[in-house]
C-alpha cells in the first residue's frame, strides 16, 4: 500500500485556461531575444533568455518575473561540500542549491530529479520509475530502492499479442505508442521512500525548485528540439501531448523558453496532499482513463491499442528495498542494483571474468578484446537467468561467484573472437575445468529496451553518496500525456519480451500480473577501503551496462581520470552478431586488429550520457558530466576549488 505525508508547503495559484473541457495549452514557446541568446563566459557558455511579451493562441501574457535565465553546461567541477552531476543545468542546480541550503545526498537527488522530469520530459518523470542505489556513510552500508514499474494485475503473456492476427504487435508504433506499454509508475513513491529512510526534508520542499522551473520555463536546447522533431508525428496524434508540446502545431525553436503549467500545478497538488493523491485519488483517477482511453486526436492514423491499468494497480504498487549486488574487483568494493534490474549482475560477471587479466598491462587489442567477449558472455547469461526475482529464482550467488566467472573465462581465446551470439553457461556450482574451447552459438536476444533514460549523482559533505538512474523507457515514453498533469506515461512493459523465446529453457522475462520488467540500469557505486571512492551511471538502454562498465575498466585498470573515462569513444557488445562502436572508435587502428581477430563492428553516433562523482584523496569532489553526448550535462559542486 503507497504511503507518505502530505508535505505542506506555500504554493501560489498559476494559470489554468480551458475550453470544452479540455486543456488548451500547458507549454509556452517563447522567443528569445537574439541580442541575449548567448554570452560566451570563458571556456563554457552561457544561454541566457530574456522574455519580453509571450503569446498564447495570439493572446499576450506577462513576461516572467524570473526572466533572466542562465544555462550553462559545465564538463567537470572540483570542489568541496557536496557535488552534483546530471545532464541538465537547471537539474544541478536544483540539487546544489538543496545541499547548500542543509540537505543531504538524497535530497538533492529528488529535488535534482524532480527538475529533470521538467526539463528532461521524453526521459524522465513522475509517469515512470527506476532504481535508486544509497550509500549510507553513517552506515558503511549501500541501499537499494527498486522504482521499477509493475505489469497490472490483468496483464498475462499475451499482452503484446493482437487479437485479429494471433501475432505480437509490431514493436513501433503499436507496441510503444499504447495504454497496454504503460507500467504502473513508481518514481513519485522512490522519492518518498528514499526521504522517509534517508532524507531531512519533505518532499513537498523538494518538488519546489521543478515546480519553479516547470511555471518560469527553461530555455530549450538542440537536444530538446530534435527529441521532440523525432517524437512530432505520434505527438500530434494524442491530444494533450500535442498541446503540451506542439503548442499551435509548432515545434519548440532552440534558445525559446518552454513552461509545462500543467505540471507546476501537478507537483503543487502532490506537495499538499501527499502522494497517495497519484497513487489513489484523482491523479490516478486521471492516468487510468488515459490508459484505457488513450486521449486520440479525432481522425488519428496512428493505432494506439488501449490498456487495461486499474485504481487498484496504483493502489498495490511498492517500491521494495533490494539487496545491492557486489563484487570486488582489484581490491574494491563494487556496489550495482540487483534483479529486477541486470545491470549489477551483468557488469559484476563481466568484471570477475576480466578479474585474472591484466588490463592494464596489455596493449589495446587485447584489452578490448577481453573487454567484448567478456560482455557477449555475460549477457548471454543475463539473458537467460535475470527476471523479476519475485516471479524467477535468479541464480544471483552463483552469476557472481569467482568459480562461475573462472569457467566463463575459460572460452575467450586471445587470438579468434567467439562465434556469436554465445551460449548461456551453467551456473548450477558444478564447474568444468578449463579447457579453452569455445561456446556454441545460440539464438539472437531483441533487444527493445529503450534508451532515453536519465541519470543523476550526488554526493555530499557528509559523504553520503547517490546514484540514481529514472526513465520512462523510448524517447518520449508511450506518447500519452496525462490530460491537464503535464507529464507523459511508460511505455516499460515493452522490456518484457513479447513471446517466449526459442527452446525448451523457461523465459524469465515473460509478462505475468504486477511482474516487473528486467531492466538494464546500472547505477553503481564503488567503494575503496570501506570508503566511497566513486560513483556513475549513464542512461542508454541494455547499452548502459556496457557503457558504466567501460568507464569502471578505463577508471580502475587504465588509471584514467574520471572526466577522460567518461570521454573516451564507446563500443558494445551485448552477444550480438556486431559490436556497436561510435565513430571515434571506429576511426582508430584498433579496430582493423579487432576485425582481425573476428569483431565485426557497426556504427551509431553516440553511446550513453552518463554521470559521476569521484572522491579525490585531498578531500575533494569531483563531479563530471558528458562533455558532448546528448548535448553534454551538467557537474556542481557546492564551494568550487580555487
Given at each position: 500500500m503507497v504511503t507518505g505525508q502530505p508535505a505542506s508547503a506555500p504554493v501560489s495559484r498559476t494559470l489554468s485556461v480551458a475550453a470544452g473541457g479540455a486543456i488548451l495549452a500547458a507549454?509556452?514557446?517563447?522567443?528569445?531575444?537574439?541580442?541575449?541568446?548567448?554570452?560566451?563566459?570563458?571556456?563554457?557558455?552561457?544561454?541566457?533568455?530574456?522574455?519580453?511579451?509571450?503569446?498564447?493562441?495570439?493572446?499576450?501574457?506577462?513576461?516572467?518575473?524570473?526572466?533572466?535565465?542562465?544555462?550553462?553546461?559545465?564538463?567537470?567541477?572540483?570542489?568541496?561540500?557536496?557535488?552534483?552531476?546530471?545532464?541538465?543545468?537547471e537539474a544541478s542546480a536544483a540539487g546544489v542549491r538543496i545541499l547548500r541550503k542543509g540537505g543531504n545526498a538524497v535530497d538533492a537527488a529528488v529535488a535534482a530529479a524532480a527538475t529533470l522530469g521538467v526539463t528532461e520530459p521524453f526521459s524522465a518523470g513522475i509517469g515512470g520509475g527506476g532504481f535508486f542505489v544509497y550509500y549510507n556513510a553513517k552506515s558503511g552500508k549501500v541501499r537499494t530502492i527498486d522504482g521499477r514499474e509493475t505489469a497490472p494485475r490483468r496483464a498475462d503473456e499475451d499482452l503484446f499479442i493482437d487479437p485479429e492476427t494471433g501475432e505480437p504487435y509490431p514493436f513501433f508504433p503499436e507496441r510503444v505508442t499504447s495504454g497496454i506499454s504503460v507500467g504502473v509508475p513508481g518514481t513519485l513513491l522512490t522519492w518518498q521512500r528514499a526521504l522517509d529512510k534517508w532524507g531531512t526534508k519533505g518532499l513537498g520542499r523538494l518538488l519546489r525548485p521543478g515546480k519553479r522551473v516547470a511555471r518560469r520555463g527553461f530555455v530549450v536546447d538542440q537536444t530538446f528540439r530534435d527529441q521532440t522533431v523525432a517524437n512530432a508525428e505520434r505527438f500530434a496524434q494524442i491530444v494533450p501531448t500535442r498541446h503540451l508540446f506542439l503548442p499551435g502545431g509548432q515545434l519548440p525553436r532552440v534558445g525559446?523558453?518552454?513552461?509545462?503549467?500543467?505540471?507546476?500545478?501537478?507537483?503543487r497538488v502532490i506537495s499538499r496532499n501527499g502522494i497517495n493523491v497519484f497513487y489513489a485519488g484523482r491523479i490516478a483517477r486521471d492516468i487510468v482513463r488515459a490508459v484505457q482511453q488513450p486521449p486520440v486526436t479525432p481522425g488519428a492514423t496512428l493505432p494506439v491499442p488501449p490498456g487495461d491499468m486499474r485504481i487498484g494497480d496504483l493502489e498495490?504498487?511498492?517500491?521494495?528495498?533490494?539487496?545491492?549486488?557486489?563484487?570486488?574487483?582489484?581490491?574494491?568494493?563494487?556496489?550495482?542494483?540487483?534483479?529486477?534490474?541486470?545491470?549489477?549482475?551483468?557488469?559484476?560477471?563481466?568484471?570477475?571474468?576480466?578479474?585474472?587479466?591484466?588490463?592494464?598491462?596489455?596493449?589495446?587489442?587485447?584489452?578490448?578484446?577481453?573487454?567484448?567477449?567478456?560482455?557477449?558472455?555475460?549477457?548471454?547469461?543475463?539473458?537467460?537467468?535475470?527476471?523479476?526475482?519475485?516471479?524467477?529464482?535468479?541464480?544471483?550467488?552463483?552469476?557472481?561467484?569467482?568459480?562461475?566467472?573462472?569457467?566463463?573465462?575459460?572460452?575467450?581465446?586471445?587470438?579468434?573472437?567467439?562465434v556469436k551470439p554465445v551460449d548461456p553457461g551453467s551456473?548450477?556450482?558444478?564447474?568444468?575445468?578449463?579447457?579453452?574451447?569455445?561456446?556454441?552459438?545460440?539464438?539472437?536476444?531483441?533487444?527493445?529496451?529503450?534508451?532515453?533514460?536519465?541519470?543523476?549523482?550526488?554526493?555530499?559533505?557528509?559523504?553520503?553518496?547517490?546514484?540514481?538512474?529514472?526513465?520512462?523507457?523510448?524517447?518520449?515514453?508511450?506518447?500519452?500525456?496525462?490530460?491537464?498533469?503535464?507529464?507523459?506515461l511508460n511505455n516499460e512493459l515493452t522490456d518484457f519480451n513479447a513471446e517466449p523465446t526459442e527452446g525448451d529453457a523457461p523465459d524469465p522475462n515473460l509478462v505475468e500480473p504486477d511482474k516487473r520488467p528486467r531492466s538494464s540500469m546500472a547505477p553503481t557505486i564503488v567503494l575503496r577501503d570501506g570508503e566511497p571512492w566513486l560513483a556513475v551511471g549513464s542512461p542508454?538502454?541494455?547499452?548502459?551496462?556496457?557503457?558504466?562498465?567501460?568507464?569502471?575498466?578505463?577508471?580502475?585498470?587504465?588509471?584514467?581520470?574520471?572526466?577522460?573515462?567518461?570521454?573516451?569513444?564507446?563500443?558494445?557488445?551485448?552477444?550480438?552478431?556486431?559490436?556497436?562502436?561510435?565513430?571515434?572508435?571506429?576511426?582508430?587502428?584498433?579496430?582493423?586488429?579487432?576485425?582481425?581477430?573476428?569483431?565485426?563492428?557497426?556504427?551509431?553516433?553516440?553511446?550513453?550520457?552518463?554521470?559521476?562523482?569521484?572522491?579525490?584523496?585531498?578531500?575533494?569532489?569531483?563531479?563530471?558530466?558528458?562533455?558532448?553526448?546528448?548535448?553534454?550535462?551538467?557537474?556542481?559542486?557546492?564551494?568550487?576549488?580555487k
Open positions: 507549454v509556452l514557446v517563447v522567443p528569445v531575444a537574439p541580442a541575449t541568446a548567448a554570452i560566451a563566459t570563458g571556456p563554457t557558455k552561457t544561454a541566457v533568455a530574456t522574455a519580453g511579451v509571450a503569446t498564447r493562441h495570439g493572446a499576450p501574457l506577462a513576461p516572467s518575473r524570473a526572466a533572466l535565465r542562465r544555462t550553462e553546461k559545465v564538463a567537470v567541477a572540483e570542489g568541496f561540500g557536496g557535488a552534483v552531476s546530471t545532464v541538465d543545468p525559446s523558453v518552454f513552461r509545462n503549467r500543467s505540471l507546476a500545478r501537478t507537483y498495490r504498487y511498492t517500491a521494495p528495498m533490494r539487496e545491492p549486488t557486489h563484487v570486488r574487483y582489484r581490491g574494491l568494493d563494487v556496489y550495482g542494483m540487483g534483479p529486477p534490474s541486470s545491470g549489477g549482475s551483468t557488469i559484476g560477471e563481466a568484471l570477475n571474468i576480466m578479474q585474472g587479466s591484466r588490463l592494464g598491462r596489455l596493449g589495446a587489442t587485447q584489452r578490448l578484446h577481453r573487454y567484448l567477449e567478456s560482455s557477449a558472455l555475460a549477457f548471454a547469461d543475463r539473458n537467460r537467468f535475470v527476471g523479476d526475482p519475485d516471479y524467477v529464482d535468479v541464480p544471483l550467488g552463483e552469476l557472481l561467484s569467482d568459480d562461475f566467472a573462472g569457467e566463463r573465462s575459460c572460452q575467450i581465446d586471445r587470438r579468434e573472437a567467439l551456473p548450477d556450482g558444478d564447474y568444468a575445468p578449463c579447457d579453452g574451447t569455445g561456446s556454441a552459438p545460440a539464438g539472437p536476444d531483441t533487444d527493445t529496451e529503450g534508451r532515453s533514460t536519465t541519470h543523476l549523482t550526488v554526493a555530499d559533505r557528509r559523504g553520503n553518496v547517490v546514484s540514481y538512474t529514472l526513465t520512462i523507457e523510448q524517447t518520449g515514453g508511450s506518447g500519452i500525456a496525462v490530460p491537464g498533469r503535464g507529464f507523459l542508454g538502454g541494455s547499452t548502459i551496462i556496457t557503457t558504466v562498465l567501460q568507464i569502471l575498466l578505463n577508471r580502475i585498470d587504465r588509471n584514467n581520470g574520471l572526466p577522460k573515462s567518461i570521454r573516451k569513444p564507446r563500443a558494445t557488445q551485448r552477444n550480438t552478431l556486431t559490436v556497436i562502436a561510435e565513430p571515434r572508435f571506429l576511426d582508430k587502428p584498433v579496430r582493423d586488429r579487432l576485425e582481425s581477430l573476428g569483431h565485426e563492428f557497426t556504427s551509431i553516433e553516440e553511446i550513453g550520457a552518463a554521470t559521476g562523482v569521484q572522491f579525490l584523496r585531498d578531500g575533494r569532489l569531483q563531479a563530471v558530466a558528458e562533455p558532448t553526448r546528448r548535448g553534454g550535462g551538467s557537474a556542481r559542486v557546492v564551494s568550487p576549488a
